[in-house]
Nanobody, 116 residues
Framework: QVQLVESGGGLVQAGGSLRLSCAAS????????MGWYRQAPGKQRELVATITGGESTNYADSVKGRFTISRDKAKNTVYLQMNSLKPEDTAVYYCNRIGSYGPLIWGQGTQVTVSS
């Protein structure tokens, strides 16, 4: 069974850091483009960072220079290092596959709350 499990969220003060993890099981995620999304209350889910199988990365303007996406192929895991967090980064964060194969079943996400 294919499963994505996000973890690492929490409550942090503005300016702080968190590292999110997305562990994939039932599928070798390393060959796919993977992305981190976030959804704030009352807003649509937005894509914030992507990483290809060749480890090329791309970021939304709102997080560029503050967030870093990476992957550990041996662990079948994708990470999101978030620095200089702002209250507007508060959201539930999800990871998923991107591209022509379509998304996998969404995980439960991990809550990130940034206090001012």
């Amino acid at each position: 069974q294919v499963q994505l499990v996000e973890s690492g969220g929490g409550l942090v003060q503005a300016g702080g850091s968190l590292r999110l993890s997305c562990a994939a099981s039932g599928i070798i995620s390393n060959i796919y483009v993977m992305g981190w999304y976030r959804q704030a209350p009352g807003k649509q889910r937005e894509l914030v960072a992507t990483i290809t199988g060749g480890e090329s990365t791309n970021y939304a303007d709102s997080v560029k220079g503050r967030f870093t996406i990476s992957r550990d192929k041996a662990k079948n895991t994708v990470y999101l290092q978030m620095n200089s967090l702002k209250p507007e980064d508060t959201a539930v964060y999800y990871c998923n596959r991107i591209g022509s194969y379509g998304p996998l079943i969404w995980g439960q996400g991990t809550q990130v709350t940034v206090s001012s």
